[in-house]
């Protein structure tokens, strides 16, 4: 069964504007992570957050973890073309090793 | 290697036949999940092994799908008498023990005619 939702499902801006997505799941979790997909690829990790964090940043990327709400959102700054990809969250149960449970994804498209 | 590597890339079957794909994990990496995406949405997990032992099967239908990972070959997961709803993108993903981060290979999409 479906664990998460992401919305929105598609966003399109323009290169060098923010993109913000967000993540809602339903459990209890031990940690979130958000995952980029390119066309016709596999998911490549982009950044962890435990759940006794509130947020995170790695380089570009910002994101935030409110476990009462049971949301997250993923901030990328200063778009660019290149960050064009398909946006998962995915979330880990109890322990590491664990399989991982994904949100339906956000389709991001920069545009030149 | 350093990358999880899957094959064959793209596996077409007519209904009914049998599917088998491949994956060889990172080397070092104990762990090794199959997932399947369908229409580019969400990844559902079927399995995973801890070196040749099953760690979590809680995703595998019970009928017609089976995995393995034995000791110095690839992983493999087998689809027996396909059908048309198999159709998909099945990735492999591999971790170190104690990790959270998976790494995902390229996939293996399988379409059934």
């Known amino acids: 069964s479906q664990q998460g939702e992401e919305d929105p499902q598609a966003l399109s801006i323009q290169e060098g504007e923010n993109a913000t997505m967000n993540c809602s799941y339903k459990?209890?979790?031990?940690?979130l992570q958000w995952y980029r997909q390119n066309s016709g690829r596999g998911l490549v990790h982009l950044i962890l957050?435990?759940?006794?964090?509130r947020e995170k940043h790695s380089g570009r990327l910002r994101v935030t973890l409110d476990t009462s709400k049971k949301s997250s959102s993923l901030l990328i700054t200063a778009s660019r073309a290149a960050d064009t990809a398909s946006y998962f969250c995915?979330?880990?149960?109890?322990?590491?090793?664990?399989?991982?449970?994904f949100g339906t994804g956000t389709r991001l498209t920069i545009i030149p | 290697g350093e990358e999880v590597a899957q094959t064959p890339k793209h596996l077409v079957r007519g209904e009914g036949q049998k599917a088998k794909l491949y994956c060889a994990p990172i080397k070092g990496h104990s762990y090794v999940f199959w997932y399947q995406q369908v229409l580019k949405n969400e990844f559902k997990f079927l399995i995973s092994?801890?070196?040749?032992?099953?760690?979590?099967e809680t995703g595998m239908p019970k009928e017609r799908f089976s995995a393995k990972c034995l000791p110095n070959s690839p992983c493999s997961l087998e689809i027996q008498a396909t059908k048309l709803e198999d159709s998909a993108v099945y990735f492999c993903a591999s971790s170190l023990p104690g990790s959270y981060e998976q790494y995902f290979g390229p996939g293996t999409r399988l379409t059934v005619t």
């Open positions: 957050i435990r759940s006794n964090e």
């Open positions: 995915a979330t880990e149960k109890n322990f590491g090793n664990e399989k991982l449970t």
């Open positions: 459990t209890s979790i031990n940690n």
């Open positions: 092994f801890q070196n040749e032992n099953v760690f979590d």
